[in-house]
């Protein structure tokens, strides 16, 4: 609560005030509403019932067990991980590259840059995603993991080159002109001077990206051309009946996301 | 600091994917609407009846499909405004939480989210066994999956956090300062909310209602899993790129609903531009 505010000067002089009460109420509403739906799906993923409901009466690990065995997953978690991976190192270094240039450019130019660079993330990916697919046909590029990383890198750059280049409006180049001047190479004096002020940004967004990536759905759909996906596996067996099993491989895609996005938040200090 | 030129050369292999993959992609894409298909054959000519097919084959769903849309931005930019404003006037220090919270439910989950509203609204889902164990009612309610408004509920959900950050980030600008000289000279707490927060947050809740609108109108999976009979536009579009294999009449709708969707935000701005203005 803030003092300075009249609201805070009236909650001082008569203790918690109706308004504030409640306000608190609804704010805990929202964060309950807001989180549930994931928790539920962690919390289901250890029932041990068969239908994904209240009371859970006893807790087993039966469904992770049948995620194990069941035959697509291996292949499906792996594509996750290759395709994460790819698109988290490539939007790093391709983003970190962009952001470099950008400050080197007047503020405002680099902002329109920017903001055109953004301009995929604000259209329906149902939109990109056939659009890519009719363009990646027309090129007769082979459909498969590597289109896939080519379509992520197409809304995850956005993110890298926002937050690196956030960090690097900042940044003092005459710290780097002065290594230069005792005859540091430019790629040596980036990897001592810059590299180390930048690299929590750097993997911070990188870890975005990867969490962006492990989560799409839409866009690996159509350009995946045939192969399975730890999100595809989920919507094929939502399409059929769901069985609690699709609650484990939820839960590991969300608990791996948020955990990837805590380590992000806390290295970059993005705050939207 | 590097040269200008250096920095054009830093960011090009950046814009070569932009440009190869979204430019080229857009221009292509937007050519194949005025294409035809014949013998499951795409063939290069010049014609407007996909878009007349668009107008005339497809209205009612586009219609449908906006309603819901707007209904849609709309709750998730108020109760995200109303959530932007707790974390930046009132929740003091929860604040920095109550932004995390945002945060972490952005990135990462739109199909799990799907999914878990599936599993809570069904019949013998959560929300209704909680209930029913509550004692508030005796039976499911069965009408809270496969419906309209189990759309509007799980895609408010998920894109709320798309309307609370910018909003949130416009609010930032307003002093304590401001509030306060406003309260101290006599304005009541609704006319600082309507002449000073709004207006300033004007920016953040134009990008959030956008955002929230357009990622509405292209959504397939939302309607396709928890819907039920209605079929919202996107539904329509995906299989002309699967099963129905007519990319041209794909891409005329694709472009069409885009453009309605543009007209409609442009009246929206200009509605909002409205409000708190002297």
């Not at chain 1, 699709?246 to 608990?255: D, E, P, S």
């Not at chain 2, 709750?75 to 109303?82: E, K, N, R, V």
């Amino acid at each position: 609560m803030s003092v300075t505010t009249p609201a805070g000067v009236g909650s001082l002089r008569d203790g918690l005030s109706f308004r504030d009460l409640a306000h608190r109420i609804v704010g805990g509403i929202f964060v309950l509403v807001l989180l549930s739906p994931l928790i539920l799906v962690v919390l289901f993923a250890f029932s041990d019932k068969a239908i994904s409901n209240f009371p859970i009466e006893g807790w087993s690990l039966r469904w992770w067990r049948e995620m194990l065995d069941f035959e697509p997953f291996p292949t499906a978690l792996l594509n996750s991980l290759k395709i994460g991976l790819a698109v988290g190192v490539l939007a790093a270094v391709i983003g970190t590259m962009a952001a470099l240039g950008l400050v080197a450019l007047p503020a405002r130019r680099a902002q329109l840059a920017m903001t055109i660079f953004a301009l995929p993330l604000m259209l329906p990916p149902l939109f990109i995603g056939v659009m890519l697919l009719v363009w990646y046909l027309f090129l007769k590029l082979q459909l498969g993991l590597g289109t896939v990383v080519l379509s992520h890198l197409l809304f995850t750059l956005p993110f890298v080159i926002i937050v690196v280049y956030a960090r690097l409006a900042s940044f003092d180049f005459r710290t780097v002109e002065a290594a230069r001047d005792l005859g540091a190479s430019p790629l040596r004096a980036f990897i001592d001077v810059t590299l180390p002020v930048i690299r929590p940004m750097v993997i911070g967004a990188a870890l975005m990206a990867v969490a962006l990536s492990v989560d799409d759905f839409v866009l690996t759909s159509f350009t995946i051309g045939g192969g399975n996906t730890l999100p595809i596996l989920v919507m094929s067996s939502l399409r059929r009946s769901v069985t609690p099993m699709t609650n484990a491989i939820g839960a590991m895609l969300i608990v791996s996301s948020i955990a990837s996005t805590l380590v992000a938040l806390h290295l970059t200090r993005y705050r939207g | 600091m590097l040269s200008r030129r250096g920095g054009y050369l830093l960011i090009l292999p950046a814009a070569v994917i932009y440009g190869g993959l979204f430019v080229a992609a857009a221009i292509y894409f937007f050519t194949l609407s005025f294409w035809s298909v014949r013998s499951f054959r795409v063939v290069a000519d010049f014609t407007l009846k996909n878009y007349v097919k668009t107008f005339t084959a497809y209205l009612g769903s586009a219609e449908t499909t906006l309603l819901i849309a707007v209904a849609i931005a709309l709750s998730a930019t108020l109760l995200g405004f109303y959530y932007a404003w707790l974390i930046r006037f009132r929740a003091g220090s929860w604040a920095p939480a109550l932004l995390f919270i945002a945060l972490i439910t952005l990135f990462g989950g739109y199909l799990m989210k799907i999914y878990a509203w599936k599993t809570m609204l069904g019949e013998s889902g959560a929300i209704n066994s909680a209930l029913m164990a509550v004692g508030l009612i005796d039976r499911p309610i069965s009408a809270l999956l496969y419906s309209p408004a189990a759309v509007i509920i799980t895609l408010t959900h998920f894109l709320l956090p798309f309307a609370i950050l910018p909003v949130f980030a416009s609010m930032r600008g307003i002093t304590d300062a401001e509030i306060d000289s406003a309260r101290d000279l006599g304005a009541s707490r609704a006319q600082v909310l309507k002449d000073i927060v709004v207006p300033r947050a004007r920016p953040g809740i134009m990008a959030g209602f956008s955002l929230c609108f357009l990622i509405s109108v292209g959504d397939y999976l939302t309607p396709l899993l928890v819907g039920g009979k209605m079929a919202m536009f996107g539904q329509l579009i995906a299989p002309q790129f699967g099963s129905f294999f007519n990319w041209p009449l794909g891409s005329a709708m694709s472009f069409s609903i885009l453009a309605v969707s543009l007209a409609i935000l442009a009246l929206v701005y200009a509605a909002l531009a409205r409000i708190g203005r002297p």
